[in-house]
């Protein structure tokens, strides 16, 4: 059966409409007869969840394609682009957002893909295109995120660095290489990404939509440096005193996230949450070190409790009452009065407070039971 291309991307639109049903703070407005000339309508963006003329805080322009092909690919796809539909983008709206839906052949969604052309990406295909002398050029999309805080993460960041790059000579976009082999002394350089309150600071998910970097030259010159895609990993490192049980040392603690999960690390000690925690100990480094460590964790293992004087430590967790309840029981941290955080109790997902002070004195066996602890003599360990 040959489905009509109206519909197709009648369909299309349908379907990227559903997608941003549940942002609150969004409202699209797609055309389904295709009648504009490079772009399919616009998203409506609000500083807030009012919908007024005061809180309006920008309209993004959109392009969409529906497509009954299968993606191939298992992280991103390839679609073809038109240089002039590039060229356009940057002369007249100053960056779009580009979507690809793929359907099948009889119109049920498979997935939806974009593109985010802001002035910087836009540049930089443009130079691709003109070394290899195309007129189309074929380019990677990514899938487009279903949870409402990404796509509003998405739309926001869009237009805060579609302002940030709007009006900057062509020659400050610095492309994929030249930031290292440049000579100009910047005075600063900056990365901004939205964090919303229940997230964990150290972490991947800001980074699922690319951010960008900018320089700040002598003179206030600016420049955008360079397009951050998605990361494998981040981390923090920093000195702690640290307490566990009834020992307390000064140590180097790593706190992040890649894509195997959370993770703390102290010396030859990892500790990594995911939907099964992991608690690893080898010898690492020299004597007092291996020393330091295997009296930290067997003070750890005897108490269940790790005590840190800084809060970039105990940030490390929070929010893993609410992403990591895949199973019975998940930690709780609990913040004293001096600023430092503890692994305090165990607990079902409504259990009562009372409840809790039986778990937690049952702390020290439930860590050796229910984690995956181990330890081992030798001196390799985990890449974290």
Same mark, same amino acid.
């Given at each position: 059966?040959i489905?009509?291309?109206k519909?197709?991307?009648e369909?299309?639109?349908?379907?990227?409409?559903?997608a941003f049903?549940?942002?609150?703070?969004?409202?699209?407005?797609?055309?389904?007869?295709?009648t504009?000339?490079?772009?399919?309508?616009?998203?409506?963006?609000?500083?807030?969840?009012?919908?007024?003329?005061?809180?309006?805080?920008?309209?993004i322009?959109?392009?969409?394609?529906?497509?009954?092909?299968?993606?191939s690919?298992?992280g991103?796809?390839?679609?073809r682009?038109?240089?002039?539909?590039l060229?356009?983008?940057?002369m007249s709206?100053?960056?779009?957002?580009y979507?690809?839906?793929?359907?099948?052949?009889?119109?049920?969604?498979?997935?939806?893909?974009?593109?985010?052309?802001?002035?910087?990406?836009?540049?930089?295909?443009?130079?691709?295109?003109?070394?290899?002398?195309?007129?189309?050029?074929?380019?990677?999309f990514?899938?487009?995120?279903?949870?409402?805080?990404?796509?509003?993460?998405l739309?926001?960041?869009?237009?805060?660095?579609?302002?940030?790059?709007?009006? +900057?000579?062509?020659a400050?976009?610095?492309?994929p290489?030249e930031?290292?082999?440049?000579?100009?002394?910047?005075?600063?350089?900056?990365?901004?990404?939205?964090?919303?309150s229940?997230?964990?600071?150290?972490?991947?998910?800001?980074?699922?939509?690319?951010?960008y970097?900018?320089?700040?030259?002598?003179?206030?010159?600016?420049?955008?440096?360079?397009?951050?895609?998605?990361?494998?990993? +981040?981390?923090?490192?920093?000195?702690?005193?640290?307490?566990?049980?009834?020992?307390?040392?000064?140590?180097?603690?790593?706190v992040g996230?890649?894509?195997?999960?959370?993770?703390?690390?102290?010396g030859? +000690?990892?500790i990594?949450?995911?939907?099964?925690?992991?608690?690893?100990?080898?010898?690492?480094?020299?004597f007092r070190?291996?020393?330091?460590?295997?009296?930290?964790?067997?003070?750890?293992?005897?108490?269940?409790?790790?005590?840190?004087t800084?809060?970039?430590?105990?940030?490390?967790?929070?929010?893993?009452?609410?992403?990591?309840?895949?199973s019975?029981?998940?930690?709780?941290?609990?913040?004293s009065?001096?600023?430092?955080?503890?692994?305090?109790?165990?607990?079902?997902?409504?259990?009562?407070?009372?409840?809790?002070?039986? +778990?937690?004195?049952?702390l020290?066996?439930?860590?050796?039971?229910?984690?995956?602890?181990s330890?081992s003599?030798?001196?390799?360990?985990?890449?974290?």
């Amino acid at each position: 059966m040959i489905i009509d291309n109206k519909k197709i991307g009648e369909s299309a639109v349908d379907y990227l409409s559903y997608a941003f049903i549940r942002v609150i703070n969004v409202l699209t407005h797609f055309a389904k007869n295709d009648t504009g000339v490079c772009v399919d309508g616009e998203i409506e963006v609000y500083s807030g969840a009012a919908m007024t003329k005061e809180s309006l805080y920008s309209e993004i322009q959109v392009q969409i394609k529906g497509t009954l092909k299968k993606p191939s690919g298992s992280g991103s796809v390839k679609y073809r682009v038109n240089v002039t539909d590039l060229e356009k983008y940057l002369m007249s709206y100053d960056g779009v957002l580009y979507f690809v839906v793929f359907m099948d052949k009889s119109l049920n969604l498979r997935q939806i893909y974009y593109k985010q052309y802001l002035p910087y990406d836009i540049r930089e295909a443009l130079r691709r295109s003109k070394a290899e002398g195309q007129v189309t050029l074929t380019e990677r999309f990514y899938p487009l995120p279903d949870d409402p805080l990404q796509l509003r993460r998405l739309c926001m960041e869009f237009v805060s660095d579609q302002r940030k790059q709007k009006g +900057i000579d062509e020659a400050c976009f610095l492309m994929p290489g030249e930031l290292e082999s440049s000579e100009i002394k910047f005075e600063k350089i900056e990365l901004s990404k939205t964090f919303y309150s229940d997230e964990f600071p150290i972490s991947l998910k800001p980074f699922e939509t690319g951010a960008y970097l900018y320089g700040t030259a002598q003179g206030g010159k600016r420049y955008v440096l360079e397009r951050i895609g998605s990361l494998e990993m +981040i981390q923090s490192t920093s000195s702690h005193t640290l307490k566990a049980g009834d020992y307390e040392c000064e140590a180097v603690a790593n706190v992040g996230e890649d894509r195997d999960g959370r993770f703390l690390t102290v010396g030859g +000690i990892s500790i990594r949450l995911g939907e099964t925690g992991t608690i690893k100990f080898v010898e690492r480094g020299g004597f007092r070190n291996r020393l330091r460590d295997a009296r930290l964790f067997r003070g750890f293992a005897r108490s269940g409790e790790l005590f840190s004087t800084a809060p970039s430590l105990a940030e490390w967790a929070p929010s893993t009452i609410q992403t990591l309840m895949t199973s019975i029981i998940v930690l709780a941290l609990v913040r004293s009065s001096s600023r430092s955080w503890t692994f305090s109790g165990w607990y079902q997902t409504g259990t009562p407070r009372s409840f809790l002070g039986k +778990i937690s004195a049952r702390l020290a066996d439930w860590v050796r039971g229910s984690w995956t602890v181990s330890t081992s003599r030798s001196a390799a360990t985990a890449k974290t």
